[in-house]
């Protein structure tokens, strides 16, 4: 094949990985936070109880803040690795 024809398949595959880091980094690191955000009077119930010492601390799901994190972290790295694949294709585009 061509140049222009090369480049274009490198563009593309760029493009692609590029979309796949968007959604991952969108579905991955943005809609566990909704959850976390609801959770988050609880827990300021919960600090305030801890600062002062009150005997009946409020029931607080530390598994579930604590999966939620982990979730978003890989996300988070997953797009970050598909960002910079995208940016290794883009590096072999021809002049």
């Known amino acids: 094949m061509g140049k222009a024809a090369d480049n274009e398949r490198i563009k593309l595959r760029a493009n692609i990985y590029n979309s796949l880091a968007a959604g991952t980094l969108l579905a991955g690191v943005f809609i566990p936070i909704l959850p976390v ?49 995208a940016l290794r294709e883009a590096e072999q585009l021809q002049d």
């Open 37 to 85: 955000y609801q959770a988050i009077p609880k827990i300021g119930d919960w600090l305030l109880s801890f600062f002062f010492k009150q005997v009946t601390a409020p029931e607080f799901d530390w598994t579930f803040v604590s999966l939620s994190a982990f979730a978003i972290a890989g996300a988070f790295w997953a797009g970050l690795g598909f960002h910079r694949d």
